[in-house]
């Protein structure tokens, strides 16, 4: 499944989910003779007997047939981490970071059998600035879906939808992005539906030979209905693109041939800070909610649909009403879900808890570029998502990982101004990035590390003081993490660390002390559920192992979560419930 409806009547589109053949190799210049194991897409190799702690290279094999000459676009929602896409034996695509999509497209493909090929590396080293050993566990495979397309001479790229309300109307940016795949230049013509009551009204335009053309025009809706988290409104945005006639012959459709089409699923809201208040269509909101990790012992990181809404029904059981997506961008189909109940979403691109040594790595830069670019202009249309966030806990303390929190949130503003930014901070009384942001937040483990000795009051109104000080006065603020661990079922009247009983009382206390304060508009428990973390290293780099984490995770997880791996509720879950529910 790619989306939770469908994205095109017209394009052929061919999901490649099933089996794949499959098999490891030792370097990325081996061929290999045999395909021995046969694993399923989407899916984790760590999920074969064999496969179960392996970190390296592998090679996905499928074969496709066409029955018609035609252009081709291979389509890939999230290979884990690094791939590398042959199509009959020839290199066509690369690209790194397991949580983003990707695509590329084959010209002039003749009819008949084909071989398609993608070798897949999850190894740790310097060329991997993002995905290093860490507080969550790399995967290996093709862990979302992937998918074939037939495309004709040109093709509408994506849709982007940005809704803004005047005078209490609804009005929005609408721009098309389209690519021309010929040796000529086109004329084309839009027809674009949104529901079934506005029709879009796009100028005749001319595409440029091998090259892309972004149209964008406003348009009124002035009786479309607001999406929030009561009543979530979501509407199909219906594009179709027509080759243009011949103006001289007089039988010829005045639209012209239809080559392409693309649906894209919108809605109307408007998120927006104002002085410490968070507001959504001019009303007042406060998250509550969880972190959560993409990770289930069963499925490893390829989350199924199934169990994608049984964590939503849990969260929504929890009276929350909000997820961030730590520490990586999300599988759309999540998405989909969240704006279709109403769920609010921080998202965020991929980096977590690096030095400012990791974050001076000569790939960084262009790692997070492109990530950030792939999560915005892929997810922007998602009306769930009310906050971007980047670089989780990383040197933001330093000058020089200023400069790079400065850059990385100038290039989102340039592709969306239509959310806040923020990140998640660990420098705390360090920081000297927090006006660069629209809200502040804070990771906050009072109760649980020695390093927050304070009482939990006490420290957040010392650390608040300095805050108001340091770039962040007047912001509203998050506690984007906060939390204990809890081993499920281990159970003891003496309430001592580890227990179900220490976290349920921390959690009691911790949500009951920033409830009550006017600043704090979100405060996120880490985490939803219990998750694996990385006990391997970065060959030949001492300290990069994830021996660590051992004295602070037992059983290689992290144990925070309010449910554990497969889900099942701590004592804390019903406190947690309580709480959020008094709230609302």
């Known amino acids: 499944m790619i989306r939770l409806f469908d994205r095109h009547q017209f394009r052929k589109q061919k999901e490649l989910s099933g089996l794949w053949d499959f098999s490891p190799i030792d370097n990325k210049e081996e061929q290999p003779e045999d395909y021995n194991y046969q694993l399923n897409v989407p899916g984790c190799w760590e999920n074969h007997p064999d496969f179960l702690t392996y970190r390296g290279l592998g090679v996905y094999r499928k ?6 000459k035609t252009n081709l676009r291979l389509l890939f929602k999230g290979v884990s981490h690094t791939a590398d896409v042959y199509f009959d034996g020839k290199k066509v695509a690369h690209h790194y970071n397991a949580y983003t999509p990707f695509d590329c497209i084959l010209k002039d493909v003749e009819k008949g059998e084909h071989e398609l090929k993608v070798l897949v590396d999850n190894s740790f080293s310097k060329e991997s600035a993002l995905h290093t050993p860490n507080d969550y566990y790399t995967y290996g495979g093709l862990i979302r879906s992937a998918a074939v397309e037939e495309i004709n001479e040109a093709y509408i790229k994506r849709i982007e939808f940005i809704p803004y309300q005047e005078n209490e109307k609804w009005k929005a940016k609408v721009a098309l992005v389209l690519e021309n795949l010929t040796e000529n230049s086109l004329k084309i013509n839009i027809e674009a539906l949104l529901g079934d009551k506005y029709n879009l009204d796009f100028k ?47 039988k010829s459709n005045v639209k012209g041939e239809l080559i392409d089409d693309l649906i894209d699923r919108v809605g109307f809201r408007e998120i927006k800070v104002d002085g410490t208040r968070l507001l959504l269509n001019g009303k007042e909101i406060r998250l509550l909610g969880f972190n959560r990790h993409e990770d289930h012992p069963m499925v490893g990181a390829a989350i199924p649909f199934s169990l994608m809404k049984k964590d939503l029904d849990l969260i929504e059981d929890l009276e929350s009403n909000t997820v961030r997506t730590s520490h ?23 980096a977590r808890g690096l030095s400012l040594e990791q974050m001076l790595n000569p790939n960084f830069d262009q790692q997070c570029a492109d990530c950030n670019r792939e999560m915005v202009q892929n997810h922007i249309n998602h009306p769930a998502i009310v906050v971007w966030g980047i670089l989780n806990e990383c040197a933001s303390a330093a000058e020089e990982g200023r400069e790079i929190y400065k850059k990385q949130f100038e290039q989102i503003k340039k592709m969306d101004q239509s959310r806040p930014l923020t990140f998640a901070t660990r420098e705390h009384f360090k920081d000297i990035c927090l006006d660069l942001v629209d809200i502040v937040s804070l990771n906050i483990y009072s109760g649980w590390y020695d390093w927050f000795s304070d009482d939990p009051a006490k420290y957040y109104q010392r650390e608040k003081k300095w805050i108001d000080k340091n770039g962040g006065a007047d912001k509203p603020i998050i506690i984007s993490e906060f939390g204990a661990g809890a081993i499920y079922n281990f159970r003891e009247p003496s309430r001592v660390k580890w227990t179900e009983e220490r976290q349920q009382d921390l959690l009691d206390e911790l949500l009951s002390y920033y409830l009550d304060q006017d600043e704090i508009v979100g405060t996120l428990i880490w985490q939803f559920a219990d998750c694996r973390v990385s006990e391997d290293g970065i060959p030949g780099e001492p300290g990069t192992a994830g021996n660590a984490w051992f004295h602070t995770r037992p059983r290689s997880k992290n144990n925070k979560g309010i449910v554990d791996e497969y889900r099942r509720p701590k004592l804390a879950y019903q406190t947690v419930k309580r709480i959020f529910k008094d709230e609302k």
């Not at 074969?63 to 018609?68: D, G, P, W």
């Not at 990586?328 to 991929?350: A, S, T």
């Open 63 to 68: 074969n496709i047939s066409l029955s018609e």
């Open 204 to 250: 005749q335009a001319e595409i440029a030979a091998n090259s892309q053309l972004k149209i964008e025009k406003d348009f009124a809706f002035p009786e479309a209905k607001s999406w929030s988290a009561e009543n979530p409104n979501l509407y199909l945005l219906k594009a179709k693109l027509y080759l243009a006639a011949d103006e001289s012959d007089p």
């Open 328 to 350: 990586y961008p999300n599988d759309e189909l999540f998405l989909d879900l969240c704006d279709e109940r109403g769920i609010f979403v921080w998202e965020e691109n991929h």
